[in-house]
């Protein structure tokens, strides 16, 4: 299973409705991603609408700076969207059954506007799928008390 297909199940488990927005160009032989970075959109009601680019896990640090660097993503952010990174990796303790989980790093409006493509949130998400949707606003919310008192 694809970490498209795993998002896309998990954000449909969560009550989300969500559809694949990427698509393959068979002229140019490449997948193509919604605003160059948006490969499912997500939206719920009293939740918002939602982009998720989904990858593996050892990949996340290069879709972020992918993602700060598509001047689109600025445009979806001002709109109101949220937009987060999903890597998926098997995870599970030493000797034990590995189970395939997800780290999620959201890219907030304020990251961009700082220095594009070059600042990182310096954590990372790690949750059931659930529990980082329903949290995503506070984590956008501590982010910009965090900035504004700096």
Request: cysteine-free.
């Amino acid at each position: 299973m694809t970490p498209t297909a795993r998002t896309l199940a998990e954000l449909r488990a969560h009550g989300w409705t969500a559809q694949v927005v990427e698509h393959w160009n068979s002229f140019a032989h490449i997948r193509q991603d919604l605003f160059g970075v948006i490969d499912i959109v997500a939206v719920a009601p009293g939740r918002g609408f939602f982009g998720v680019q989904a990858t593996s896990s050892t990949n996340i640090s290069t879709r972020v700076a992918k993602s700060k660097a598509e001047p689109r993503l600025k445009t979806w952010l001002e709109a109101g969207g949220r937009f987060a990174v999903v890597g998926w990796g098997k995870r599970g303790p030493r000797g034990g059954r590995k189970t395939w989980q997800p780290i999620w790093r959201e890219i907030v409006l304020e990251q961009l506007a700082t220095s594009p493509g070059i600042i990182e949130k310096p954590e990372h998400i790690s949750a059931p799928l659930y529990r980082v949707l329903d949290e995503l606003a506070t984590v956008k919310s501590d982010h910009q008390e965090a900035t504004h008192e700096a």
